[in-house]
Each structure stands twice: as structure tokens, then as C-alpha cells.
């Protein structure tokens, strides 16, 4: 069955890609092992031999997605010519961007919402995706002053992703709800944030 050359890291992404396709067809809570297998074309032993179980390849799955966007979401954020425009637009940009993905939209629906919960927010991920992202931005403007010295760059990337969960699931996509996400981070966030 196994028509993929097992000894190679395509395995793995291949893998990924037919989760994502079940994810796409079944839904997340619905796809098994069996199917992404079966999608893959390899044996379910296989697919076993590269994760454990059907929550580490979800979890996998969005941290691949998240990693491909990392690029283009760093060179987004270096635009922004003042540090509270940086903070601002990027966090709206990954609410947007967020709402756009159909596998993190399928996570975070009303009905997956748990299953969000315990994969990324317990696992830790999202808070590892946050800190990729946002974590070097961070520490640069904090080291070149225009963050405050005193803060905890850790417990901040958790705030901004919980923040970024909470809009993605629970708010609309709309410039209108962007533009008043934009207006409290203004008013509450990036003030606390400045030296």
C-alpha cells in the first residue's frame, strides 16, 4: 500500500496533506486515521509511525500551516512604521488571516471549539506559534526602547494569542469588526505597552 518512499521526510508531508484534505471533506472531529491513510495512500501503521494519534497530526497540521505563513506575516508587520501601528495591524492581520484559513476556521467553529481548546491553547502551541511570530518583533523593539523594559515578552505572546483565538472564534472578519479590535488596542493595550 505504502507508495511513498518511507525513508523520506515527504512522508511526513504528505501525510499532512491528506489530513488536511480529510479535515476538508469528514471535518476535523470526524477524520480518522484510517481515512488520512487511506488519503495518503500508506498503511495506517505507517501514519502511526509519524503521530501517535489523530490530535497531534490536527495539531501538527495548523502548526505547518501557521509556519508557512510566518514570512509573509514578519515582512506585513515590518511595515508599519511606528511600533503601536506594528502591534495593531499584526494582530488584526492574524485575526484576519485566521478567519481566511478554512482549517483553522473548521477548528475554532462552535462545535470544535473544545477540541481547539485542549489542542492548542493546553498543549502549549499556540502560545510556541504566537512566540515565533511574535516574539523577535517583540524583543527587538523592547531592546531598541520603544517597549517597555520591565515586560514579560513570554506573558505577552500568550495574551496576544488568546486574544487572537478569542476574535478568530467568537467575532466576525469584517473591516468593521477589525476597525473596533484596532480602536481597543489603541485605547487599552498599546498604552500599556510603551515606555
Not at 518511507?6 to 491528506?18: N, S
Not at 508587520?77 to 492581520?93: F, S
Request: aromatic letters at 6%.
Amino acid at each position: 500500500m505504502d507508495s511513498i518512499d518511507t525513508g523520506t521526510a515527504d512522508v511526513r508531508a504528505a501525510i499532512l496533506t491528506a489530513a488536511e484534505t480529510c479535515f476538508t471533506r469528514f471535518g476535523i472531529a470526524k477524520t480518522t486515521m484510517e481515512d488520512v491513510a487511506r488519503a495518503a495512500e500508506l498503511s495506517r501503521a505507517t501514519v502511526y509511525r509519524y503521530f501517535a494519534d489523530r490530535e497531534s497530526l490536527i495539531v501538527e497540521s495548523i502548526a505547518r500551516r501557521a509556519r508557512m505563513n510566518m514570512g509573509p506575516a514578519r515582512a506585513f508587520i515590518a511595515q508599519w512604521p511606528t511600533v503601536a501601528d506594528r502591534l495593531v495591524e499584526g494582530i488584526c492581520q492574524d485575526i484576519r488571516k485566521g478567519h481566511l484559513d478554512p482549517m483553522v476556521n473548521r477548528l475554532v467553529s462552535p462545535g470544535a471549539m473544545g477540541l481547539a481548546t485542549r489542542l492548542l491553547h493546553q498543549s502549549g502551541r499556540a502560545l510556541e506559534l504566537t512566540r515565533e511570530l511574535w516574539e523577535p518583533i517583540l524583543a527587538e523593539e523592547q531592546q531598541a526602547g520603544r517597549l517597555r523594559a520591565d515586560l514579560d515578552l513570554r506573558l505577552l505572546c500568550e495574551w496576544i494569542a488568546e486574544l487572537e483565538i478569542l476574535y478568530v472564534s467568537q467575532y466576525g472578519s469584517d473591516e468593521t469588526t477589525l476597525d473596533r479590535v484596532r480602536a481597543k488596542l489603541r485605547a487599552f493595550v498599546v498604552p500599556a505597552l510603551l515606555p
